[in-house]
């Protein structure tokens, strides 16, 4: 903890910096997470053996089509899955905290304390008739109620200025924002308790295209003061080239490819994460556009094998019948995929 002063008082703020630089290695390590739906239907599997590491500092974009894990993994990673859902294995170390072993009320503090979730359309979700100072003080009090009222008011000013909205929106109504506005109150919001990870779904949806790119700034500028890891949930492709370190394919509830955003990119190894690039529009294909072909599958029916081959112009005999391992080519780049098999250092699975 260091100390920072707002308006001329002290308050205690964590230094998620030092903490890096004390304890290199990744501030987020999530191994193995595995999640089921247990439906009327039929088991749901939607996240299967998600594994990846986040940095200090880093942003992950994570994409995938609609219904392909991604909000369930943001849930599971705070311990939020509800009924008919669970979580059936798996760890996530938030720096040397596991957080899926820590009691109720463990997992309790370290929501918001430690890793911060912003939930797709959280700006719809403001109180309508609590004043959005109330809002950030409630926030503060479950976890620190011995702070002073003051330490807590200066808390929350401090936060409202880090998304550039002016401290005279402590004393206004959710009604009386804008969108982006009201995005940039739910990112003070998380950043309150300057928590080590910070995970948005879909933090610019709904909002135009001058205003998401501000939401965007916001949230690498708060990054930046913070040092947090972020994990950015989206379909905006076009949005994640331009913000994160690394991108996330997820496909029918497993990661299919993990790779730093200039290799994704430049060079995405995956097929699905290839046909996601080439559906995208550049200056080259003069408006065609290659769509990725037929549709998602069920998690209630998955084909067997990989989930992809059905849709994969690569698919091989294999591939209908062994699920692909996740592996770990040059540069840390991760695939499943077997076009790969052979190009993994020493054949190893990550
Ligand atoms: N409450 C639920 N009950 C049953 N199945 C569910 C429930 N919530 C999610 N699922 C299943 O989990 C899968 C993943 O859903 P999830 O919301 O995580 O996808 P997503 O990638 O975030 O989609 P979107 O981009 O539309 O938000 C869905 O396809 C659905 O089959």
Known sequence: MTFFSVNGTAAIRRDNRAQAAADPGPVLQVSKLEVTYYTDL???KALDDVSFTLEAGQKLGMVGESGSGKSTLALAMMRMIKPPGRIEGGQVFVGDTELMSLSEDGMRRARLNKVAYIPQGAMNSLNPVIRIGAQMVDAIKAHMPQESRKAINDRCVHALRSVDLDPGVFHMYAHELSGGMKQRVCIA??????????IADEPTSALDVVTQRQVMETIDRVQDQINAAVILIGHDMGLMAQF???VAVMYAGRLVEVSSVREMF???K???ARALISSL????NKGVFRGIPGLAPSLLQLPGGCAFHPRCPYAMPACTSDRPEVLTLEHGRRVACHLFDAEAPHGQPA
Do not use: M
């Open 42 to 44: 039929g088991r749901a």
């Open 189 to 198: 919001i998380g950043i309150l308790l300057e928590p080590q990870v910070i």
């Open 244 to 246: 994160v370190d690394k």
């Open 266 to 268: 430049t060079d995405p």
């Open 270 to 272: 995956h097929p699905y």
């Open 281 to 284: 529009p550049n200056l080259d």
